[in-house]
């Protein structure tokens, strides 16, 4: 079955960039017929959707982080990624890919999660 | 954006009882495009319910959604150990962006 896994660093620095990849086994991102998402949740809270992007590289990003957050696709390798910018603490959170279909949908098959830790 | 809030904010009962948990929309929801979740520590959300009352695949009958405009409800009918856990509604319909409410935690009582 479609399994989602998160990787990258655990620990950023103030001001630098949140880079994370999700990487897609079980099945391939370009057969289409789902948008590929980033939600964070923080501790204790309810869960933020970052935004989400298509095989074929468009995407949707929440207005409160359009400006900070820019998101890819690689097909060739079954993968998405997250890059954020001038992160702060109030960016520290358990980040999750997620798959949700292409007409109005929720998010039926999410990763395990990673938990980001931004501080010096 | 769509607000969601979620009612009450932690929810203690036992075993065997009924659990009632509300979902409220800040403007309506187009096509009952609302989902529940369940999350245990540790896990990421796992989909319960879509559409406002169908069950994602696998969820027992005991869990149950219905409502329609600004107010949702999902019902437990007969609490087992599994379900203590926290329950987030989202809508999807006037999406981007999706929301999320703040989530209801169901407790041991």
């Known amino acids: 079955q479609v399994q989602l896994q998160e990787s990258g660093p655990g620990l950023v620095k103030p001001s630098q960039t949140l880079s994370l990849t999700c990487t897609v086994s079980?099945?391939?991102?370009?057969?289409?017929?789902?948008?590929w998402s980033w939600i964070r949740q923080p501790a204790g809270k309810g869960p933020e959707w970052i935004g989400r992007i298509l095989d074929s590289g468009y995407t949707n990003y929440n207005p409160s982080l359009r400006s900070r957050v820019t998101m890819s696709v690689d097909t060739s390798k079954n993968q998405f990624s997250l890059n954020m910018i001038s992160v702060t603490a109030a960016d520290t959170a358990v980040y999750y890919c997620a798959r949700e279909g292409i007409f109005k949908s929720p998010f039926d098959l999410w990763g395990q999660g990673i938990l980001v830790t931004v501080s010096s | 954006d769509i607000v969601l809030t979620q009612s009450p904010g932690t929810l203690s009962l036992s075993p065997g009882e009924r659990a009632t948990l509300s979902c409220r929309a800040s403007q309506r929801i187009i096509s009952n495009t609302l989902a529940w979740y369940q999350q245990k520590p540790g896990q990421a959300p796992r989909l319960l319910i879509s559409s406002a009352s169908s069950r994602a695949t696998g969820i027992p009958d005991r869990f149950s959604g219905s409502g329609s405009g600004t107010d949702f409800t999902l019902t437990i009918s007969r609490l087992e150990p599994e379900d203590f856990a926290v329950y987030y509604c989202?809508?999807?319909?006037?999406?981007?962006?999706?929301?999320f409410g703040q989530g209801t935690k169901l407790e041991i009582k």
């Open positions: 079980g099945g391939s991102i370009g057969s289409g017929g789902h948008y």
């Open positions: 989202q809508q999807y319909g006037s999406a981007p962006p999706n929301t």
